[in-house]
């Protein structure tokens, strides 16, 4: 029962909030609690050649590149 109830609950806590798509690889913890599988190359290491000079995604033009959202919360503890 439990191992058919958590996964539901994570679904219904993390779908909302971070877009998960239950990969089952969960790497929100060191991607600045951005999910990298919303990036539309599901890249997973890092971002592609093609962010446009705005920082958005060049396969969906309104959209920020995933791995500049990742990145952005480690810019705050650095100190210039
Ligand atoms: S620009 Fe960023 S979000 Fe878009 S495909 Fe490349 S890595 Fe993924």
Request: net charge positive; aromatic share 6%; glycine share 8%.
């Amino acid at each position: 029962m439990l191992k058919k109830l958590l996964p539901f609950v994570e679904h219904v806590i993390k779908k909302p909030v971070w877009d998960c798509r239950m990969c089952g690889q969960c790497v929100l913890h060191s991607t600045g609690m951005t999910c990298p599988m919303t990036c539309p190359k599901t890249l997973r290491n890092g971002p592609c050649g093609g962010v446009r000079e705005n920082g958005n995604c060049e396969v969906i033009p309104d959209m920020q590149c995933v791995w500049l959202k990742a990145y952005a919360p480690s810019r705050i503890f650095i100190v210039d």
